[in-house]
């Protein structure tokens, strides 16, 4: 067996590994060690590219980025931000038809700002959403689905854990990455907004209403979210300025979120340590699957199958758009599967180099920027695409008087609109790159 079939026969096994309940950072690890014992023939050269591995990939500065904007993220709903951004949404438009859906779409967008993470933006906002949803007399369905397809905001509005990783896999620069996911990260709220307005009109019965809040109280709950804005203002706009790193500007938040919530009552002593340990936990899970990942792209680089892949690629008389679709289609198709951050880290060292050979008119930057929107873009579409979208069990365990198939045929409207603008992205990359061009 040639190492390139080798490498091909190495992905069934892992995707069998993972469907038996194999971690999926330890399956990664399982299939790089074994595939390489196979090329080198004996397990000397294994342990010293282990602890080469190892090293070079934790040694790597950028990936301190990584806890603190996940301890932002504790900090932000410790301090009760999650509720003020929804109850200033909902002040504003919650006495319009779908408003307090709309509310909650719009909160996610803000507590995205500030946290980086889908599943706990989705689970964060749930807990909010959820009862004022119910009270103002909105179906199971829609409740569930609207919030599972705002949670995918946290890491489509930076900052975003998943590009951090795929700027640190490409070589590419975070603080644009940054940059070029505003636009798509705002069309993606506005899309989600859009539906439910359609939704209401077409079903009115599963919209319920509330009165409208007087001005002062609208004026009160819009005060309460001057931290997020502060935090955000002073994060993103201290990276784009050039006053820090990615990785200062993450501790620059993480330091202002955990003033807020000491100031707001909720960091004490106990919730500290409470915050600490959860960020540990969530940053182990994300390094051991980084490792994973790190061993099995090493064996995939051993075998040559990336580069071969290109070549082959690069061959066809093709249009370029229809082999970009091909590799979005297959993101879709995992996202039923796997987490956004281990399909990046599996993925992106086999199709990156593919489509580098592809000729979009741009320049290697540009390109490498639009296909990581792209990528971040539809490996979200997985998570809200049935039947094992993850955000739609993570929603569906707030609310278990909701059937879960209510909520399948309630989020699939918010999966064509994803579609929709991802077509559109993929038909004019201007759009994600006209901020950089500026």
Not at 174 to 192: D, Q
Not at 224 to 248: M, N, R
Not at 350 to 379: Q, T
Not at 388 to 412: C, E, R
Request: hydrophobic share 55%; glycine share 10%; net charge neutral.
């Amino acid at each position: 067996m040639s190492n390139i079939e080798l490498a091909l026969w190495s992905f069934p096994i892992l995707l069998f590994l993972i469907f038996v309940r194999i971690p999926i950072g330890l399956a990664m690890l399982v299939c790089g060690l074994g595939g390489a014992w196979m090329v080198y023939g004996n397990y000397m050269p294994i342990l010293n590219q282990l602890k080469q591995v190892t090293y070079s990939t934790f040694s790597n500065y950028s990936l301190s980025v990584i806890p603190l904007f996940l301890l932002m993220g504790q900090f932000a709903a410790l301090g009760g931000l999650s509720q003020a951004l929804f109850k200033a949404a909902e002040a504003w438009i919650g006495h319009r038809k779908g408003g307090v859906a709309m509310a909650a779409v719009g909160a996610c967008a803000g507590f995205g700002a500030i946290c980086g993470s889908s599943l706990a933006t989705a689970a964060t906002m749930g807990q909010v959403a959820l009862p004022e949803l119910k009270r103002a007399g909105y179906a199971g369905g829609i409740s569930t689905a609207c919030l599972a397809a705002g949670g995918t905001l946290g890491i489509l509005i930076p900052p975003s854990v998943v590009l951090v990783i795929y700027a640190i896999l490409t070589e590419q620069n975070i603080a644009k990455l940054f940059l070029a996911a505003f636009v798509p990260g705002l069309l993606a709220a506005i899309g989600y907004m859009i539906v439910i307005a359609i939704y209401a009109r077409l079903k009115p019965q599963e919209m319920g209403s509330m009165p409208p809040m007087p001005m002062k109280e609208r004026l009160v709950a819009t005060a309460k979210v001057w931290p997020v804005l502060v935090i955000f203002l002073a994060v993103v706009g201290g990276i784009y300025t050039g006053i820090f790193t990615p990785t200062e500007g993450a501790a620059v938040g993480a330091f202002g979120t955990g003033l807020a919530a000491w100031f707001s009552g909720g960091l004490n002593r106990k919730t500290l340590l409470g915050a600490i340990l959860g960020t540990a936990a969530a940053t182990g899970m994300i390094y051991m699957i980084v490792l994973g990942a790190g061993v099995y792209n090493t064996f995939l680089a051993l075998s040559q199958l990336p580069q071969e892949a290109a070549n082959i690629v690069g061959s066809w008389d093709v249009n370029p758009i229809m082999i970009m679709v091909a590799i979005l289609v297959l993101y879709v198709i995992l996202g039923c599967f796997m987490d956004s951050l281990s399909m990046i880290l599996l993925t992106i060292p086999v199709f990156f180099p593919i489509v580098s050979v592809l000729d979009f008119g741009l320049s290697p930057e540009e390109l490498a920027i639009w296909f990581g929107i792209l990528v971040l873009i539809v490996v979200e579409v997985g998570l809200i695409t049935p039947p094992v979208g993850m955000n739609l069990f993570v929603i569906n365990s707030l609310s278990k008087d909701t059937p879960i198939t209510h909520t399948y045929k309630a989020v699939m409207p918010f999966v064509a609109s994803d579609l929709i603008r991802t077509g559109i992205l993929l038909m004019f990359p201007g759009i994600v790159l006209f901020v950089l061009r500026l």
